[in-house]
């Protein structure tokens, strides 16, 4: 398998996994889930790299953070196995909770974490970052529930449906909402809304996104489900290890553009951005080695070992070819500087 360009530090030793016990806790306190399927969540870790990424801020709010992430593994879950119309009808249900946590819904294990999160959370918001978790939360269940139709679909989307789709359904949009509540990030809104950070944005989601796809590629196609790999197989007519080695070349590109960006905006962006930022590449340092590494991928990888390397491949700064995304190269800073 082809080597992923990785131009980021790597965190092998998160060590937070005490918050894995706390988020394990809360979710024991505000569901009546089995205990075997809120142990499953726990001994994913998930929640102790979040805590790792937002580790410099209060304790109280790396305890929400980390119990957001372990509440909402399970929220995927649910919206991925049950049948459609009851995922829509949750989904819905999560999109008025989090406009207003005081909006009626269905009383079932998931709307009522959701609903103490989403309570919890904007309670302790400025306005703007309760506009932004409020929109990015939205977004993240109208996306879950289009991604099980798209699944359904007898042939993969295109590339630049599957992008645009995949960005939100990751639920990276939505932790990166939370994760700037959590650092007390107010990134003010003419940087919000510009191009070059919007790109860092889209890209930092994508990153997680397509690398959690080609890990699990194997279980993704037994489940009927399509992710990257199989896009580009549908695509280019590839078997499943070159559609995996296109994917792979394709994330390397998404790290360039991480990389050119970040530095740009680490030396232009203000404070709370910088911040934000040195989060984001943070939390990709810990996540891809922890997810090469992790139990819940074991044996999902192609037959050739998946490793990264820090030397860029030849091509990496070229423009990828789906439209979705290509965008990105018109505000790279070589691209921008002449």
Not at 36 to 60: D, G, I, K, M, Y
């Amino acid at each position: 398998m082809a080597e992923l360009f990785f131009p980021f530090p790597v965190h092998a030793e998160i060590g937070c996994e005490e918050y894995d016990r706390k988020a394990g806790d809360w979710l024991s306190r505000h569901s009546d889930l089995p205990p075997a399927r809120l142990e499953a969540v726990v001994r994913s870790r998930a929640a102790a790299l979040v805590a790792f990424t937002v580790s410099p801020t209060r304790p109280e709010l790396v305890e929400l953070a980390s119990a957001w992430t372990a509440a909402y593994l399970l929220v995927d879950d649910v919206l991925e196995s049950a049948p459609i119309e009851e995922a829509a009808v949750m989904a819905a249900c999560g999109q008025r909770i989090w406009d207003d946590p005081s909006s009626p819904a269905p009383s079932t294990a998931i709307t009522a974490m959701v609903r103490q999160i989403a309570r919890e959370t904007l309670a302790l918001a400025t306005p703007a970052q309760r506009q932004r978790l409020r929109v990015a939360h939205q977004r993240y269940f109208a996306a879950a529930v289009t991604e099980r139709l798209l699944d359904a679909a007898e042939r993969p989307p295109s590339a630049e449906v599957h992008t645009g789709v995949r960005e939100q359904a990751s639920g990276l949009a939505a932790m990166s909402a939370v994760v700037e509540f959590a650092m007390g990030m107010d990134i003010p809104e003419h940087e919000y809304h510009s191009a070059p950070v919007r790109s860092f944005f889209q890209a930092a989601h994508l990153a997680i996104a397509w690398i959690n796809d080609i890990g699990a590629f194997a279980k993704d196609a037994k489940e009927g489900h399509h992710n990257v790999v199989a896009v580009l197989a549908a695509r280019s007519g590839l078997n499943s290890l070159e559609a995996t080695n296109e994917a792979v070349a394709l994330l390397g590109s998404v790290h360039y553009a991480l990389s050119e960006l970040s530095r740009l905006l680490l030396r232009e962006g203000s404070p709370p951005l910088r911040a934000y930022v040195e989060s984001m590449v943070r939390h990709l340092g810990a996540f891809t080695p922890w997810l090469l590494h992790s139990p819940r991928y074991s044996g999902m990888l192609a037959d050739e070992p998946f490793t990264t390397t820090g030397n860029a491949p030849d091509g990496v700064e070229a423009v990828p070819d789906i439209a979705a995304i290509a965008w990105w190269w018109n505000h790279l800073p070589a691209r921008t500087v002449a």
